[in-house]
T-cell receptor, first 119, second 113 residues
Framework: AQKITQTQPGMFVQEKEAVTLDCTYDTSDQSYGLFWYKQPSSGEMIFLIYQGSYDEQNATEGRYSLNFQKARKSANLVISASQLGDSAMYFCAMREAWGASGSARQLTFGSGTQLTVLP | DGGITQSPKYLFRKEGQNVTLSCEQNLNHDAMYWYRQDPGQGLRLIYYSQIVNDFQKGDIAEGYSVSREKKESFPLTVTSAQKNPTAFYLC????????????FGPGTRLTVL
């Protein structure tokens, strides 16, 4: 079974509007971390935001916020006031067994969502 | 400036040749990783290293080899045994504490001719 599922291969949003990118995950661990990365056409992966499974509040970083619904196992990324420079591929990733002895600290990535911001 | 550098940016290889991709970081991170990305897909882990002189296979290690002789460096060799090496390769590093966020280099695009 897929551990990270991003069901939206492509999304369009009007400039200055907000957009939500979906991410659901599957794990039996109690302790895990969720990450969102942005990949522009240049290819570099840019870290955006992190949510720990025990964090009680949703993470926010500037225009990025993470809508974390633990019971539903979802960690959707919300981008407010979209800009043309936000056009990129966005990946959700999960790290399980955080801090556990022998943890590999591996990230499991979803297949990504291509976001296009329209002027 | 602290960061991760990868070289070269583009690499062309003939079938049957081994090729080594460079990854260097000056972030003083303990852990380093190599990922492979195929068109339209997410990243898959090839190898990772949590400390110097130690590394473990990831999900798709066959046909690849690594070394970790220095904390700053984690080169990846794509051997002739790798059946389909044309891909985009990304190196990352992280601390071993806190959120353990992985930070990535700019990547190397390998094409086998």
């Amino acid at each position: 079974a897929q551990k990270i599922t991003q069901t939206q291969p492509g999304m369009f949003v009007q400039e200055k509007e907000a957009v939500t990118l979906d991410c659901t995950y599957d794990t039996s661990d109690q302790s895990y971390g969720l990450f969102w990365y942005k990949q522009p056409s240049s290819g570099e992966m840019i870290f955006l935001i992190y949510q720990g499974s025990y964090d009680e509040q949703n993470a926010t970083e500037g225009r990025y916020s993470l809508n974390f619904q633990k019971a539903r196992k979802s960690a959707n990324l919300v981008i407010s006031a979209s800009q043309l420079g936000d056009s990129a591929m966005y990946f959700c990733a999960m790290r399980e067994a955080w801090g556990a002895s022998g943890s590999a600290r591996q990230l499991t990535f979803g297949s990504g969502t291509q976001l296009t911001v329209l002027p | 400036d602290g960061g991760i550098t990868q070289s070269p940016k583009y690499l062309f290889r003939k079938e049957g040749q081994n090729v080594t991709l460079s990854c260097e970081q000056n972030l003083n991170h303990d852990a380093m990783y190599w990922y492979r990305q195929d068109p339209g897909q997410g990243l898959r882990l090839i190898y990772y290293s949590q400390i110097v002189n130690d590394f473990q296979k990831g999900d798709i290690a066959e046909g690849y080899s690594v070394s970790r002789e220095k904390k700053e460096s984690f080169p990846l060799t794509v051997t002739s045994a790798q059946k389909n090496p044309t891909a985009f390769y990304l190196c990352a590093s992280s601390t071993s504490a806190g959120t353990d966020t992985q930070y990535f280099g700019p990547g190397t695009r390998l094409t086998v001719l």
